[in-house]
């Protein structure tokens, strides 16, 4: 096995829990310099375990187990049947079988769809790992079909190419899976992400649950959470400005024969000031921007992205009105988000209730000594009058 020495401070990550070692922790890396599994030692050259090896990236090193181990289809099968069997019980066809670093499988994501997988592999110590992966992931799941959404942009920082393959059998262009009773269609080949947003499925339950009169769904996508309001509210506006995401939400309505939601193209930030100047208001409002600071740098402009919209929504709600609103970005933690909506709050004049904390559901584990396995937090308000 090749062999990377790392600094004490990379050691020392790494003893803490957390499987990145960065470039400026390595202190002799193998000649020739390929990706692929390694053996990693400390500066006394003392085992700290197998990892990754990714030449080209920042982070250069994932570890994988803390001996030195052989890292082969048994041993993928192991750790695929383990994240797999810590999903038993979830309401819905369509959930993440692997969280890459929170589940010991770093750089993997593997979503399920039905008898589908979509999986990332996002590292290039990943990829020279693919055909041991892909075995494994059909000894445990045996699906009918595995697509490799490999156009994910972090693969850059990999100098690895953006790509999407079929590997394993065929995968339809759509496919139709079921949460907590709403069925929808994904677009495996096309669609955001592996397809659809799985991170949200537990508080479109929420949203769903806790909708009446009048409803409003900004950043819909497919209308995931509009479906499930669509239920118990007499009307739902959804708006996107992704027309093809639109044109699928109304597909998706037909197929939950839901006839009361209506689909609108357009930049949310417009047509929530447009909502605002006809004074319309609504009983429930669910706000799920994309992450608007993908860098630290942009934390600053990004709060006010988020602060805006949240302003405006609060104004829109009904006295008793319910607004769930995210953040996806990780640099924008938790206290920096809540921070932002008590600063709306104060400049809508309103008196707001936090009636819940909002996070990942269980199969996007977020390990606490892994912070970036934790991206998503939301909150539950209630306008009080
Ligand atoms: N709520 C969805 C996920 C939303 S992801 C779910 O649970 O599945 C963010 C969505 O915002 C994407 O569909 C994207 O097309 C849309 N979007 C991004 N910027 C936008 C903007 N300025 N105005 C309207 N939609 C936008």
Known sequence: ?????????????????????????????????????????????????????????????????????????????????????????????????????????????????????????????????????????????????????????????????????????????VVEVEEHGVRYRAALHTGQKTGAFLDQRENRALAGSLARGQALDVFTYHGSFALHMAGGADRVLAVDRSAEALERGRQNAELNELTNIEWIEANAFDYLRELEREAARFDAIVLDPPAFARTKERVESALAGYKELNLRALTLLQPGGHLLTFSCSYHVGRERFMTMLADAARDCGRRVAVERLLGQPLDHPEILSVPESGYLKGSLLRATD
């Not at 790509?163 to 394993?168: D, N, P």
């Open 1 to 173: 096995m090749k062999r990377v020495v790392v600094t004490r401070r990379g050691a020392r990550r790494w003893a803490a829990g957390h499987p990145w070692i960065y470039q400026s922790d390595v202190e002799r890396e193998p000649e020739p310099r390929e990706p692929g599994v390694v053996e990693v030692l400390d500066p006394r050259e003392r085992c700290l375990g197998s990892a990754l090896y990714s030449p080209h990236s920042e982070i250069r090193v994932r570890m994988l187990t803390r001996e030195r181990e052989t890292i082969d289809r048994a041993w993928w099968t192991a750790r695929l049947a383990a994240a797999h069997n810590r999903r038993a019980g979830i309401a819905a066809t369509a959930y993440r079988v692997t969280h890459a670093e929170a589940d010991g499988v770093p750089s993997l994501v593997v979503d399920r769809y039905g008898p589908y997988l979509a999986a990332q592999l996002l590292s290039a110590g990943l990829e020279s790992c693919r055909p041991d992966i892909l075995a494994a992931l059909s000894d445990v799941l045996r699906p009918d079909g595995i697509i490799l959404r490999n156009d994910a942009p972090v693969r850059r920082h990999e100098g690895l190419p953006q790509t999407v393959e079929v590997v394993l059998g065929s995968v339809p262009d």
